[in-house]
């Protein structure tokens, strides 16, 4: 970080929080365009059709709901280890990023404006995938507008209505 000393040597109150400020932008486009990423990586490394007559080849990995690209599985431990993940949370980040870009596109464009945290984006992502695309529209649609504000147990109301009207039988299964 770098600050303007004043003449005692000491860093104001403004400097701080302009530095702040500047780094917290920083760190959010980073966030953003690391999420950018993700979606190219799955992008570049789809999943085929599983070919059950080998045994040791690599499969197609599902990550997201329905509608939304696979990825070879081998992709998403090389992408998991360049940017620190274990494997399993790199699984999760990459379902995450094409959940949002694929099934949720308002909320995806407000993630890329910056007017919604990645954060928040990838809760919603992560609440969305179970249920059907038309299910996960309709989250979006509730949700975009609002998600940068709105709590998480408003998206967890707003996946269970989408449940109840797109999915009744998974619904009742629950029992919900």
């Keep these: 970080m770098t600050t303007t000393a004043t003449t005692t040597g000491e860093t104001s109150a403004e400097q701080v929080i302009a530095a702040a400020i500047h780094e917290h932008d920083i760190e959010t486009g980073a966030a953003i365009r690391k999420l950018q990423l993700a979606v190219e990586w799955v992008r570049l490394h789809p999943g085929d059709e599983v070919d059950t007559t080998i045994e040791w080849g690599m499969r197609e990995l599902e990550i997201a709901g329905d509608g939304a690209p696979a990825v070879d599985e081998g992709a998403v431990a090389e992408f998991a280890l360049a940017v620190g993940m274990s494997t ?40 969305t995938a179970s249920l059907p695309m038309v299910g996960a529209a309709a989250v979006d649609r509730a949700l975009y507008f609002v998600a940068r504000r709105c709590s998480y147990a408003e998206i967890d109301r707003q996946v269970e209505k989408a449940r109840k009207e797109h999915d009744p039988v998974e619904t009742e299964r629950r029992g919900t």
């Design 88 to 127: 399993d949370s790199g699984r999760r980040y990459l379902g995450d990023a094409v959940e949002l870009a694929y099934r949720l596109p308002r909320t995806w464009a407000r993630v890329l404006s910056g007017q919604v945290a990645v954060w928040k984006a990838r809760r919603i992502a992560q609440a």
